[in-house]
């Protein structure tokens, strides 16, 4: 059966190759409506190749740009940020995929959450925000969450078929980005070109900066927190640079299972949405035999400080996951303009983290408010 998306995103690295599954599956999936940032000439591409429902471009200012673009196809056109989130919850859609970032993807997830929308889930920062929440809504509206993070897709096959009293772990990979290995002394020189060099995946640039600084694989230990209910003292890390195996699941009997593949996005994307069917994909692995080691060594949280910060907000739970996104995505942004150094980062992080310790969020509200006092606190400090 057709499976109707709506793609927030869909201009973004995941969104790009979640069209590459709309072109290679057009039986399965259609492009029903699109949503993108800032970059209207995509989005204007995308939409005359695929001619969804609907589309959305977040950025106001870019609304007549992209009402032109389209003027001669019967295709709706709409912007704002109130309007992505409008859009999440149609009752044409079947699956949304959410390929935003950071906070951004928030008020979407719960839009389509609440009109029973599948939602498969790439914006981690959602559940490293909100994951409380989120959880709740998921159960309370029995809709599914469907993993897109590669590290998460392989432990929901692993548990596929498995009871959760049997697990003893869960072990996520990663494959130790650009500085591996470094220590807090080489930390403090590198460059923005380094950091946004990964070697293995090709990414969106926060991502990829946050793989640099290990704040991804931190965000990812609490998404796993939440997808899988399991507590954080379950939830480890290993780092394995070949990036093969996408994580693992030990069993109380000692056994181990993981999940192994070319590092190629398109595999959790599409197993997210045929789920629980697999589909026969034209990006296959090509075998094992020219892949001759599969390393693993330890994390290192007091060299790659985001790390221990997310396993620290983790613990302390209420608000401060959303302190630690919040200022990361300021942080961040301030790296890739080249206003602050790579060691600046992890001292907004600490500073911030210290400022607004202990900061309690019963409801999305006081995660909105949180999030904006941090936002301006970190914009004042740089
Ligand atoms: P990109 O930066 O490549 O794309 C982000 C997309 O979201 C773009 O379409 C962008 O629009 C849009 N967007 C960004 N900010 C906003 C905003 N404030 N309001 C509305 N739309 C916005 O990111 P990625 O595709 O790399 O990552 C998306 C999410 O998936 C992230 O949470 C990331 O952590 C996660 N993820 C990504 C992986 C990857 O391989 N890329 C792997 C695993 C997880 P525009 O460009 O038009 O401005
Ligand atoms: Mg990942």
Not at 99 to 107: K, R
Not at 186 to 198: C, G, I, P
Not at 255 to 263: C, L, N, R, T, V
Request: hydrophobic share 45%; glycine share 6%.
């Amino acid at each position: 059966m057709l499976q109707k998306l709506a793609i927030l995103g869909s201009t973004g690295s995941i969104g790009k190759q979640t069209l590459d599954i709309c072109r290679s599956h057009p039986k399965q999936f259609s492009a029903e409506i699109l949503t993108a940032g800032n970059n209207a000439d995509l989005l204007i591409e995308q939409a005359l190749e695929f001619i969804p429902d609907t589309v959305v471009i977040t950025n106001e200012a870019l609304y007549e740009k992209v009402q032109q673009g389209l003027k001669d196809h019967p295709i709706k056109v709409f912007a704002g940020e109130k309007s992505v989130a409008e859009v999440a919850g149609y009752e044409s859609i079947d699956t949304v995929v959410l390929a935003m970032v950071g906070f951004s993807g928030l008020l979407p997830a719960i839009s389509a959450i609440k009109a029973k929308r599948k939602l498969a889930l790439a914006n981690k920062e959602v559940l490293v925000i909100a994951g409380e929440i989120i959880s709740k809504l998921s159960q309370e509206y029995n809709v599914p969450i469907l993993p897109i993070d590669s590290e998460h897709s392989a432990i929901f096959q692993c548990l596929s078929g498995e009871r959760l009293k049997d697990v003893e772990k869960i072990i996520l990979t990663a494959s130790g980005g650009p500085f591996r290995g470094f220590s807090k002394e080489q930390l403090k020189n590198v460059s923005l070109q380094e950091a946004l060099s990964h070697p293995v995946w090709k990414m969106g640039s926060k991502i990829t900066i946050d793989s640099a600084t290990m704040m991804n694989k931190g965000f990812e230990i609490i998404e796993a927190r939440w997808l899988f209910n399991l507590p954080p003292d379950k939830i480890e890390v290993l780092v394995h640079p070949q990036s093969i195996i996408h994580s693992m699941v030990q069993f109380i009997d000692g056994s181990i299972k993981a999940q192994m593949s070319k590092p190629d996005m398109r595999l959790p994307i599409l197993y997210a949405l045929s789920y629980p069917e697999r589909l026969k994909a034209d990006f296959q692995n090509s075998g094992l035999d020219n892949i001759h080691e599969l390393s693993f060594e330890k994390a290192d949280p007091d060299t790659f400080k985001h790390l221990q910060f997310a396993y620290d907000v983790m613990k302390a739970g209420g608000g401060m996951p959303c302190v630690l996104n919040a200022a990361n995505e300021i942080a961040v942004d301030a790296f890739l303009k080249e206003k602050i150094s790579f060691y600046d980062m992890q001292k907004l992080l600490e500073k911030s983290l210290s400022i607004f310790a202990g900061r309690k969020a019963a409801n999305v509200e006081d995660l909105i408010q949180i999030d904006h006092e941090v936002r301006n606190f970190c914009l004042q400090e740089i």
